[in-house]
């Protein structure tokens, strides 16, 4: 069965700390991982790694892909509180996303 | 449009009515989705609506759901004789195209009394 895994669940950090969040999948067909963070409302997209080892970054988030050992992180420097949110993590499997539950991050000043 | 409108933001019904809700994707995308978020949990895919092609309907959870998308544009997804288990949030997602990613409405909050 397909299935994506993120840890930790939540996390609660205070501002200006750096924060790591992992996902780890076992899926088949994989084609891409997608990394997306969630405030009130709808998710809305961070990166897409196809590939390993190639790190993405915007402003104080970046990710990386590891094929070879199956999982991704996605880090946050010098964290701010508009960074609180949920972030998810989706392995895109042809036209299919598998999501993983999410990691909950608070973010104290 | 700009982005993903979904309507309504919020709906608050009866035990055993039917609910239509609504997702007019972004212009040109071909590519729609309907997925259910509860309290808490992660997303749940329910179907995949891509171009002219016959739809994805795996992750309907019962044949109390269906779901149409009228000349590959808009799409409605309505929930017969709805039930309290159905109380979540509905999310619509469009992309140019499958291998693409998805776009998010804000959601419709349904919730049965």
């Known amino acids: 069965e397909d299935k994506v895994v993120q840890s930790p669940l939540s996390l609660v950090v205070h501002e200006g700390d750096t924060v790591t969040l992992n996902c780890s999948y076992e899926?088949?067909?994989?084609?891409?991982l997608l990394w997306y963070k969630q405030e009130k409302k709808a998710p809305t997209f961070l990166f897409m790694l196809t590939s390993s080892g190639i790190e993405k970054k915007s402003g104080r988030l970046s990710s990386i892909l590891d094929k070879k050992e199956l999982f991704s992180i996605l880090n946050i420097t010098a964290t701010q509180t508009g960074d609180s949110a949920i972030y998810l993590c989706a392995v895109a499997l042809s036209y299919q996303l598998i999501w993983g539950a999410g990691t909950k991050l608070i973010i104290k000043p | 449009g700009a982005g993903v409108s979904q309507s309504p933001s919020n709906k608050v019904t009866e035990k055993g009515k039917d609910v239509e809700l609504r997702c007019d994707p972004i212009?040109?995308?071909?590519?729609l989705y309907w997925y259910r978020q509860s309290l808490g949990q992660g997303l749940e895919f329910l179907i995949y609506f891509q171009g002219n092609s016959a739809p994805d309907k795996s992750g309907l959870p019962s044949d109390r759901f269906s779901a149409e998308r009228t000349g590959g544009s808009v799409s409605t997804l309505t929930i017969q004789r709805t039930q309290q288990e159905d109380s979540a949030v509905y999310l619509c997602a469009s992309s140019l195209e499958a291998s693409q990613p998805q776009h998010f409405g804000d959601g419709t909050r349904l919730s049965i009394l």
């Open positions: 899926v088949t067909n994989f084609r891409s």
């Open positions: 212009s040109g995308h071909t590519a």
